[in-house]
């Protein structure tokens, strides 16, 4: 015969502890910090599941490791080059100089990288700096400008070694321009203008495009900052924490409106990425020799690296692609802001933008030391993650036994 449970906490008080059986949240707590006042997510229809599964498509596609792929652009243009220059390809419509891709993308590579990454830019770095402006030219956008500067620089530099260094087929002509125009052909060190646009192009998309790792993230960001001040309560971990009201007004008016059209662009940027890989693969294949391309791909490394891996780390303008008036991207091992200390300041206190992790909650690494079941944090209460994460504090301390709260 099944007899009646006997409650844990019998001497809890209260009209209804006889039929409390469970533990309201965690060790140590209290009942009134275990109610679920905080407002929970709104359901998933099925048109958000859909774009959420061509979004991680596209992100597994773009944010491929990085290093990996640099070293295989490396690899893959001195190899395959090598064997192109003894042993020719067989021909593809790849092969053919007015291919439709050759016309209408890469020659005019640069353009359609700008087309899509500036007003992403522009859209994701205006809702992280909360609708300052100022703050966005000033912090974000040179980041277009310099590798635009990069761009052109380089690819100058290239016409003018080939032009120096050449010769005509034809005795009689000194210039380029005179030989080509009379119809024969020139000879010179012609380094690879396709892979280095196709290269660097990739790498800019891919650095740019990182705003949209944990992007999802700050919506729940919002909701609960929202509800803790509604209930004048104050989040030790939630990185909007030490926004001003009319900053969380901003933020959450840009998120709503912005988000659709940032996820098409981000689509529009992985298919573009993805292209230029392609056409890579075909300029390793027909074009240029093994030698001109290898450098033009060094070259667009280095500048990358330069820029994005050296110079957007340090304390000097632009900052890095993902910061801004907060911080939400904490778990993400691809984000370069946690060497530099802040750019920006909120007027509340010092931004964590930076990631610097004396604005941090001390002891563990925010919400990722809380314990979690499916990915979602068991505790929402600071203190509850506290009590739960430090299991030595409530109980070692009491000779192994359950303190009732």
């Known amino acids: 015969m099944a007899t009646k449970r006997r409650p844990l906490r019998p001497n809890m008080p209260g009209p209804s502890s006889s039929n ?9 707590i209290k009942r009134g910090e275990a109610k679920g006042t905080r407002s929970t997510a709104a359901p998933t229809s099925v048109r958000e599941i859909l774009v959420m599964m061509i979004m991680h498509a596209c992100k597994r596609t773009i944010f491929f490791d990085t290093n990996l792929k640099v070293a295989l652009y490396l690899g893959s243009l001195f190899l395959v080059s090598l064997i192109g220059d003894f042993i020719p390809y067989p021909k593809t419509y790849f092969a053919r100089s007015d291919n439709l891709f050759n016309v209408y993308f890469v020659k005019v590579g640069w353009g359609w990288t700008l087309m899509l990454t500036v007003p992403f830019l522009a859209m994701t770095s205006y809702t992280l700096c909360c609708g300052d402006m100022k703050k966005m030219l000033r912090h974000h956008i040179p980041r277009i400008v310099v590798a635009t500067f990069f761009w052109l ?5 290239f016409n003018i070694i080939e032009t120096s260094y050449g010769r005509c087929t034809v005795k009689g002509y000194g210039t380029k321009s005179s ?3 009379a ?3 020139w000879n010179g060190f012609d380094i690879s203008g396709h892979a280095f ?3 660097y192009s990739s790498l800019v998309l891919i650095e740019e495009a990182r705003p949209i790792i944990k992007w999802e993230s700050i919506k729940d960001y919002l909701r609960n900052e929202i509800h803790d001040r509604s209930v004048s309560e104050h989040s030790s971990t939630n990185p909007l924490r030490n926004l001003s009201e009319e900053e ?8 709503d409106r912005l988000t659709p059209v940032i996820r098409t662009l981000f689509i529009g940027m992985s298919t573009l990425q993805l292209l230029w890989d392609v056409m890579l693969v075909g300029t390793m294949l027909y074009y ?3 030698v001109e391309k290898v450098i033009s791909g060094i070259i667009a490394i280095l500048t990358w690296y330069f820029t994005y891996r050296f110079w957007y780390r340090t304390n000097l303008l632009p900052d890095p692609a993902g910061s801004g008036s907060f911080f939400y ?8 802001v946690y060497g530099r200390r802040p750019t920006m300041m909120t007027p509340a206190g010092p931004s964590t933008s930076s990631g610097s992790r004396s604005n941090m909650p001390s002891g563990s690494f925010g919400l990722s030391a809380q314990p979690k079941f499916m990915g979602m944090p068991l505790y929402t209460n600071a203190r509850n993650a506290n009590a739960a994460g430090s299991p030595n504090l409530t109980g070692a301390n009491n000779n192994g036994k359950e303190v009732d709260s």
């Open 183 to 185: 119809g024969h052909l």
């Open 248 to 255: 969380i007004r901003n933020l959450h008016f840009l998120y």
């Open 288 to 290: 240029h020799h093994m």
């Open 329 to 336: 991207q904490r778990e993400n091992k691809d984000t370069f």
């Open 20 to 28: 409390m059986n469970f533990r309201p949240g965690g060790p140590d």
């Open 179 to 181: 030989c080509l125009k």
């Open 153 to 157: 620089f380089w690819t100058k530099f």
């Open 197 to 199: 646009i196709l290269i």
